[in-house]
């Protein structure tokens, strides 16, 4: 049995994690605004003696990335340590905090969207909204396709993750989340939670899984990346994926081209942004570092939280499935109130005169002092 005081000191590291992003968010000001490039015009091309220019239109004219992917907020089940596959479960008040500190940390970082893709759940869907109204982009257009849902978690939905960690092990349980091609057991046809009883599926009753390894969930994926996503970087134009863990997994591995056996390595943080510059042929160019991200060690991309921060998250999340001998909800924490205040703070809700935060259009509402 666990003490409290061991409780306190395991949960510790989420608030300095913000603090973090805090800290990253402001330098990202620094490193991430840039003059205005020359996003109008593509390299010149010689044919016949005559030179041909591409055009094209971008909002994006403050920095050089070109895609971004973010992971939703804090849902229900990702706070009841759930298994939730297309379950549609909402997103918490957490969920709502995260996902508006995603939005000024884009705000901050210059970058405007041409297009946002998404799921067809509403985590995703909630998530997309907040953090174009913390931007100020609530009017450019949102795409939404189950081809973006996150992978079918078969029978294993509803579940909780650290109860099926006892019964089958932590190495299963892994293989099951994060291996490339070893799905959870199917979901049976009479399951509470089966996608066909939604009717936003009704048109692709034929396609719903009863199950997906990463493998299966990149076959869906790569084609809504080949159809919609390649042709909009073609003509210039900046693109936010929101999604979940394992179809941006997905989209990330095929990206970074990472490999099978390495994958089952790599986790998303919620609600952090992760953006990349691409070459002519739509793959990552190094960061300006030269090195691969801190946090998962296989990134090209800059996560705008900090790469600390997110190291810290994500040990803290493997924790919340895997540690068993952690009785504690990690998501429900003591902490997690210091947590929320601070994410509140960063937001500007607060009824104290003394700590109202500054707002995001004048690019200082993670200023030095509050920490």
């Known amino acids: 049995m ?3 005081r061991t409780i306190h000191a395991q949960l510790g590291s989420q608030v300095s994690a913000l603090h973090k992003f805090a800290l990253a968010t402001n330098n ?4 991430f605004h840039s003059k205005p490039s020359n996003n109008n015009v593509v390299d010149t091309d010689t044919q016949e003696g005559k030179s041909k220019t591409r055009k094209f239109h971008t909002l994006n004219t403050q920095t050089k990335y070109q895609l971004c992917f973010l992971r939703h907020g804090q849902s229900t089940w990702n706070r009841d340590n759930r298994f939730i596959g297309w379950t549609d479960t909402p997103l918490t008040d957490d969920g709502v905090l995260e996902a508006r500190v995603a939005g000024q940390m884009l705000s901050r970082s210059g970058m405007k ?6 799921s067809l759940l509403r985590r995703c869907i909630r998530t997309t909204n907040l953090v174009l109204m913390e931007m100020g982009q609530e009017y450019i257009p949102v795409f939404k396709n189950w081809r973006l849902n996150e992978r079918h978690y078969g029978d294993l939905v509803g579940m909780n993750k650290k109860e099926v960690v006892k019964a089958h092990g932590q190495e299963q349980v892994k293989k099951w989340r994060r291996s490339w091609n070893e799905p959870p057991p199917p979901m049976n046809d009479d399951h509470a939670f089966h996608p066909a009883l939604d009717p936003r599926y009704r048109d692709v009753l034929n396609k719903i899984p009863k199950c997906e390894s990463l493998k299966c969930t990149l076959k869906r994926s790569k084609v809504y990346w080949e159809r919609e996503i390649i042709p909009i970087l073609e003509e210039g134009k900046t693109v936010l994926i929101v999604g979940h863990e394992n179809n941006l997994r997905s989209l ?6 990472i490999s099978e056996d390495d994958i089952i390595n790599l986790c998303l943080p919620r ?12 793959k990552p160019l190094d960061r300006p570092d030269g090195k691969l991200d801190e946090a998962t060690g296989y990134l090209r991309g800059e996560w705008l939280g900090g790469d ?16 068993t001998s952690i009785e504690e909800n990690l998501e429900l924490g003591t902490n997690v109130d210091k947590w929320r205040k601070w994410m509140e703070f960063a937001v500007g809700k607060t009824t104290q005169p003394e700590m109202l935060a500054k707002s995001s259009e004048i690019g200082d509402f993670m200023d030095k002092r509050i920490l």
């Not at 969207?113 to 998404?118: P, S």
């Not at 990330?252 to 081209?257: D, R, T």
């Not at 609600?271 to 739509?282: G, T």
């Open 2 to 4: 666990m003490t409290s």
């Open 28 to 31: 990202a000001a620094a490193c």
């Open 113 to 118: 969207f041409d297009e946002v893709h998404t």
């Open 252 to 257: 990330i591995m095929n990206l970074e081209g």
């Open 271 to 282: 609600a952090v942004p992760l953006a990349y510059r691409l070459d002519e042929n739509f």
């Open 308 to 323: 600390e921060a997110v190291k810290e998250i994500l040990e803290r999340d493997r924790k919340q499935v895997y540690d």
